[in-house]
């Protein structure tokens, strides 16, 4: 049988890996400054993570919710106190799109409403009731066939207009857009729509599933704005590579038995994965040395001409170019053996593990001045 082919595959194998670091089969290493699209938080391999899950294996790997699994509270407590949200409660699924796709049913049964407002640019996830935008080709929203959804820009009395006709559920909005191409709403819209909210009951969804998890250089992204979030969904850096996503739910939702549920959602061994994630990034000051190192690349991009702006916050970075960027992206890969990410045409895009250190940003930038040296001079 071969595999459905719907994923465009880079020409590499890699075989190994540990913390910013790749090997293919042939032993040649690569710097990994992506981390598999935001998901490596902790580094390949840390010792920490793999003791765990092992530990996990040799005990219990896998039982359904039907019965105690004592390192679901472990995790909660652990994400509760790192996060700043002691008072909520967490649903733990498998994916990103699962997480979203939860949150906006969970917004429905609690203001007994069916339409979601979404911003253009968004990615919340591929289900079967994703919607396509029609000017950006990308699919971006997970909500099931019973949502209507809208699209706005940051336009808060578009938002208010929306909502005077008193169908909507839900705002849900990325504190900084992924796949948008590393775009950030400014605080002072955040503050105004968490406002909207509260005053006509609308339910305020932070997708943290790519921005979340430390990589902003706080908890979670939106706490840059001040602002809480009713619900909040997370994925990605979560399990470090182990497949776990979650909704983190305000008090004011009710929990009933049967109103959500999954077979693989908090199973034991994704959730030793991700207290292991936890583990490593308060010992390691991990949300720290994301703030840090993503003040240092900005200062070191800050140099270099063709860059038409550089946004993000933390380890979270983009960088638009003049330019499009697919060459250059291929070159970093095949003439220096850094792996980097991308979002439309002129958007490099940063996601490092978050152990990442300045010698290896020293790398990246060097390579970065040799490929645009050759564009300049041809
Ligand atoms: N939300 C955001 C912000 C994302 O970036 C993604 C994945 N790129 C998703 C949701 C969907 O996550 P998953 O692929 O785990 O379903």
Redesign the pocket.
């Known amino acids: 049988m071969k595999l459905f082919n719907v994923y465009p595959l880079m020409n590499v194998t890699p075989v190994k890996a540990k913390d910013c670091i790749l090997w293919d089969e042939n032993g040649q290493e690569y710097l990994d400054l992506y981390g598999g699209?935001a998901v490596i938080s902790i580094g390949h391999a840390h010792p920490h993570y793999v003791q765990k899950i092992t530990e996990q294996l040799n005990n219990i790997s896998f039982y359904s919710n039907s019965v105690h699994i004592p390192i679901q509270t472990e995790l909660a407590e652990k994400l509760g106190k790192l996060s700043g949200y002691d008072d909520y409660t967490l649903f733990l699924c498998n994916?990103?799109?699962?997480a979203?796709e939860n949150a906006a049913k969970l917004a429905s049964f609690h203001t007994g409403k069916d339409r979601i407002i979404a911003f253009n640019g968004a990615?919340?996830?591929r289900t079967s009731g994703s919607v396509a935008l029609t000017d950006n080709p990308k699919i971006v929203a997970p909500f099931n066939a019973h949502h209507k959804v809208s699209f706005v820009d940051y336009d808060i009395d578009a938002i208010k207009e929306i909502i005077a006709h008193g169908d909507v559920a839900a705002v849900i909005y990325?504190p900084i857009q992924?796949?948008g191409g590393i775009v950030l709403p400014s605080d002072k819209f955040v503050q105004e729509l968490r406002t909207v909210c509260t005053e006509n009951d609308v339910v305020l969804i932070a997708?943290e599933?790519?921005c979340g998890y430390g990589r902003s250089g706080k908890f979670f992204a939106h706490q840059h704005s001040n602002i809480k979030a009713d619900l909040i969904t997370i994925?990605?850096g979560m399990g470090n590579g182990f497949p776990i996503?979650g909704v983190l739910i305000s008090p004011e939702f009710e929990a009933s038995y049967g109103l959500l549920g999954t077979t693989f959602g908090g199973n034991h061994l994704a959730c030793a994965a991700a207290v292991a994630v936890l583990d490593v990034m308060e010992q390691e000051s991990l949300i720290d040395n994301a703030k840090e190192i993503g003040e240092y690349i900005g200062i070191q991009l800050n140099k270099f001409p063709k860059i038409r702006e550089i946004r993000g916050r933390g380890s979270m970075i983009g960088i638009e170019f003049e330019f499009p960027i697919a060459t250059l992206k291929n070159n970093l890969l095949e003439k220096h053996h850094i792996f980097v990410g991308y979002a439309g045409t002129n958007v490099i895009r940063l996601l490092p593990p978050l152990t990442i250190t300045k010698q290896y940003v020293d790398k990246f930038i060097s390579a970065l001045e040799t490929e645009i040296n050759i564009i300049i001079n041809g």
Do not use: L, T
């Not at 994916?95 to 699962?98: M, P, Y």
């Open positions: 699209h994916s990103g799109a699962e979203n990615f919340h996830g990325e992924g796949v997708d599933v790519q994925a990605k996503g």
